[in-house]
């Protein structure tokens, strides 16, 4: 299986709501990744968690929540955001602890935000 | 990180092989030449890395300068599903890494 899911796939919210983005794998990775990405430019990083504990967040507002619950899940906590934090929201994972390991995506989360 | 510079498009004629070029001369002796494609509103597909030598899989194949200054991927028979944008990443050490993605080369396959 290397497959990551992420739910759901789409995800309309107002901007004083909370919502949730999850993902899951069972490759056994222990470094997983969400990653921002607006139409026709490349995928930015926010996170990485390594073995569940957050070890890179590339200044991301906090309105943006990450949790990492256990080693297959991550979450994606959304709170208050803006019409511009629309975008297609990826979760990642790789083996982690290794310099050669690839990293395997989500299909994303398409998250607009009215 | 070191930074990748690709170009921004180019065009392959479906069966020929495609060859995207990637400069990356500041590549440090430890990091590897990773490439990734992203089809159209999906998420980016692994496809090939390597650290100095020549490699090859079932995908593609990538050849890296003696100096790792660059890096070609060469698609040998590019067909219309091979139609993405194709990122060349060069991946900084530590225990969870950074996989930072640059601007890519968007490949049209054509007929």
């Known amino acids: 299986d290397t497959e990551v899911t992420q739910t759901p796939k789409h995800l309309v919210m107002g901007m004083t709501n909370k919502k949730s983005l999850k993902c899951e794998q069972h490759m056994g990775h222990r470094a997983m990744y969400w990653y921002k990405q607006k139409a026709k430019k490349p995928p930015e990083l926010m996170f990485v968690y390594s073995y569940e504990k957050l070890s890179i967040n590339e200044s991301v507002p906090s309105r943006f929540s990450p949790e990492c619950p256990n080693s297959s899940l991550l979450n994606l906590h959304l709170h208050a955001l803006q019409p511009e934090d629309s975008a297609l929201y990826l979760c990642?994972?790789?083996?982690?602890?290794?310099?050669?390991?690839?990293?395997?995506f989500g299909q994303g989360t398409r998250l607009t935000v009215v | 990180d070191a930074k990748t510079t690709q170009p921004p498009s180019m065009d392959c004629a479906e069966g020929r092989a495609a060859n995207l070029p990637c400069n990356h001369s500041?590549?440090?002796?430890?990091?590897?030449v990773y490439w990734y494609r992203q089809i159209h509103s999906q998420g980016p597909q692994y496809i090939i890395h390597?650290?100095?030598n020549n490699e090859t899989n079932e995908m593609a194949s990538l050849i890296i300068t003696e100096d790792r200054k660059s890096s070609t991927l060469i698609l040998p028979h590019a067909t219309l599903r091979d139609t993405a944008v194709y990122y060349c990443i060069v991946r900084v050490t530590g225990t969870a890494s950074k996989l930072t993605f640059g601007t890519g080369t968007r490949l049209q396959v054509t007929l």
């Open positions: 990642a994972s790789s083996r982690g602890g290794a310099l050669n390991t690839e990293a395997f």
């Open positions: 500041t590549i440090s002796g430890n990091e590897y």
């Open positions: 390597g650290l100095k």
